[in-house]
């Protein structure tokens, strides 16, 4: 059974400041890796999606990457703002079309 | 990219009561998916729904509990039946697109909150 750990599950930091939040998965027979963003009444954005035989994806000041063998993943943001704030979400879609997520990472940026 | 609404946004129920919850897609798809995510935990498919078809249900999820209704390409009901307060969580529809690089993206309505007393 496919499980999908997030470290950390908090963090608070200075605006400015480049951060990284990881996710693992324990089943390396993925189809993609998704990262979602979530905000409080608006349900889930994506923001990132990483096919099993690509290495990473960029998109502004996100980076995310992807070590299929040792089943990680993580989304690297520079240069964080307030906006930011919200949880992170890392989901795995299996064959099937299933996407198992992760419990998150509440990230906090601090003016 | 798909617009997704849900009905209602958020409800407070009495234990034993069911509630209906009502997804709208602004574009017509074929796989729709339930989702639920109960207080600080992450989100569980419950069920996907094809258009003319019986719907998927995950281990731990039956239809008796969460009937699907799938009547057209761009609409579905959940509904939570005989309600308790375990049931309270957020209940959010989802659908598949391709984007205009060819990769399968999934997107997600605003959820239901949902507070079962």
């Known amino acids: 059974k496919q499980e999908v750990t997030q470290i950390p599950a908090a963090l608070s930091v200075p605006e400015g400041e480049n951060l990284v939040l990881n996710c693992s998965f324990t089943d390396s027979a993925i189809y993609n890796l998704q990262w979602f963003r979530q905000d409080p009444g608006k349900g889930l954005t994506s923001l990132l999606l990483?096919?099993?035989?690509?290495r990473e994806q960029t998109s502004g000041r996100l980076n995310a990457s992807l070590d299929k063998s040792s089943g990680r993943s993580t989304l690297y943001i520079a240069a964080s703002q307030p906006g930011d704030s919200a949880t992170y979400l890392c989901?795995?879609?299996?064959?099937?079309?299933?996407?198992?997520f992760g419990a998150g990472t509440i990230l906090r940026v601090k003016s | 990219s798909a617009v997704i609404s849900q009905k209602p946004s958020r409800d407070i129920c009495q234990r034993g009561t069911s509630l209906t919850i009502q997804c709208q897609v602004d574009?017509?798809?074929?796989?729709m998916f339930w989702y639920r995510q109960q207080p600080g935990q992450s989100l569980t498919l419950i069920a996907t729904a094809n258009q003319g078809s019986e719907a998927t249900y995950e281990s731990g999820f039956v239809i008796d509990k969460f009937p699907i209704s799938r009547p057209n390409l761009t609409f579905s009901t959940l509904t939570v039946s005989n309600m308790s307060p375990e049931d309270s969580s957020i209940y959010l529809c989802s659908v598949e697109f391709f984007t205009g690089t060819g990769q399968e993206t999934q997107y997600f309505g605003p959820g239901t909150r949902l507070l079962v007393l």
């Open positions: 990483i096919q099993s035989s690509q």
């Open positions: 574009s017509q798809v074929t796989m």
């Open positions: 989901a795995v879609k299996e064959y099937g079309n299933k996407l198992v």
